[in-house]
């Protein structure tokens, strides 16, 4: 069982993926408030950005986990990332939190909102393509507007990511990203009757909407997934706008891929995928389709547990869970397999429950996991 440290008071536990994050929680205005202080941070880039993000997103997941809304500085007692006492890190958290309780709102967020930097870079960061470092690049350079961009030297994702601007920062509904879905496994079962396609990311957790959709194309029987990739993109080949095919390293073993947790080594297509909007929802000057981003990834079946945990997230149940297992378990879990750190042996898995079953963790549904 997790050890005694890991837990405490109030229910709410140390790692995100031990508690019930449900979609929708109790303190919305305040984890609203954090999460644009750990993007702002993720924006400025300056020495410890990351770590400065981190401790936001873990005070913002503790507020999630509560079962109850956060009425009074009183009732922060305890609580993970947030209690001064647990850690100093948690300082900023809870003067932000204490300044909303008591004021109604916090003069610091309410300043990064309305700033220049902070707008410019999420207009920047919504190019497909353009992460903090070149979308800060171009704000110090003084550009401000996505026409002063045009011009400028860019890659082939953010080309694509400029020309779709307007439709790939339009949330994708649950709708549209069950008839994208419906159009994949239409063209998986030509090529082969039982290929399994599975809707993840936030729409698996319950979301609405989402900025994308994440399909893993997976086969029951181990090897039948090999070479299908580049059939399905060639029957789909009408339907994208854009391609970017990334191969499989071929080793795919979890012991042989990458520190990096947000990257795995599957074949996988990120595309832009042009979806054929129905009647109703067209009016007359409005083009008949709309540009979404699809992400399809290829899953041998002994890893499709470990893949469909990995990308079914959130991003921060991912890192959480695998701080947690690496900490209190001695083991390494990736999106491919899970083995102990010492005698690097392979822990077997056939299902999610299975995973969270081996690893002493109470098994959280998708729907739990919105931290
Ligand atoms: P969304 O799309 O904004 O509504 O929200 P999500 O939760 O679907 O976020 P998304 O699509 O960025 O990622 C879904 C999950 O998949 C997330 O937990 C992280 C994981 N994921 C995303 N991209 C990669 C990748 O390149 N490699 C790996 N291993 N995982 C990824
Ligand atoms: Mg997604």
Not at 38 to 53: M, V
Not at 178 to 201: A, N, Q, Y
Request: proline content about 5%.
């Amino acid at each position: 069982p997790p050890t005694k440290k890991s837990r405490l008071s109030k229910g709410v536990n140390m790692y995100a993926c031990q508690n019930c994050t449900p979609l929708h929680h109790f303190n919305s205005r305040l984890t609203d408030a954090l999460e644009i202080l750990e993007q702002h941070a993720f924006f400025r880039l300056d020495q410890n950005a990351e770590s400065r993000a981190l401790a936001f997103r873990r005070g913002s997941a503790t507020l999630k986990a509560c079962p109850h809304k956060i009425t009074s500085v009183d009732s922060l007692k305890n609580l993970p990332y947030i209690d001064t006492s647990n850690s100093s890190k948690a300082g900023h958290c809870k003067k932000v939190i204490t300044e909303i309780l008591e004021e109604g709102f916090s003069d610091e967020v309410e300043d990064i909102v309305n700033s220049d930097f902070y707008k410019t870079m999420k207009l920047f960061c919504g190019i497909w393509g353009v992460g903090p470092s070149t979308a800060k690049k171009w704000f110090d350079s003084g550009h401000r507007h996505l026409n002063d961009i045009k011009n400028l030297k860019l890659n082939k994702d953010q080309t694509v990511g400029l020309e779709y601007y307007e439709d790939l920062n339009t949330p994708v509904s649950k709708d549209e990203a069950l008839c994208v879905s419906e159009i994949v496994k239409t063209v998986c079962m030509e090529i082969k009757k039982d290929l399994l396609v599975t809707l993840v990311g936030g729409f698996r957790r319950g979301k609405p909407a989402g900025h994308d959709v994440d399909l893993l194309i997976s086969h029951p029987t181990q090897g039948e997934e090999k070479h299908v990739l580049p059939k399905v993109m060639e029957k789909l080949k009408d339907n994208f706008l854009y391609t970017d095919k990334k191969m499989s390293s071929g080793t795919t073993h979890p012991q042989y891929t990458g520190k990096s947790s947000t990257m795995d080594q599957f074949e996988k297509c990120f595309s832009i995928f042009k979806l054929d909007l129905p009647k109703s929802t067209k009016n007359g000057n409005e083009k008949p389709w709309k540009a979404i981003r699809v992400d399809l990834i290829v899953v041998p079946t002994d890893q499709y547990p470990f893949a469909l945990l990995g990308w079914t997230g959130t991003k921060h149940f991912e890192r959480e869970i695998r701080r947690y297992t690496k900490t209190e378990k001695k083991v390494v879990l990736t999106s491919h397999g899970m083995y102990t750190t010492d005698t690097k042996q392979s822990i077997e898995a056939k299902t999610e429950e299975e995973i969270f079953k081996k690893l002493d963790l109470e098994f959280r549904p998708p729907s739990e996991r919105c931290c």
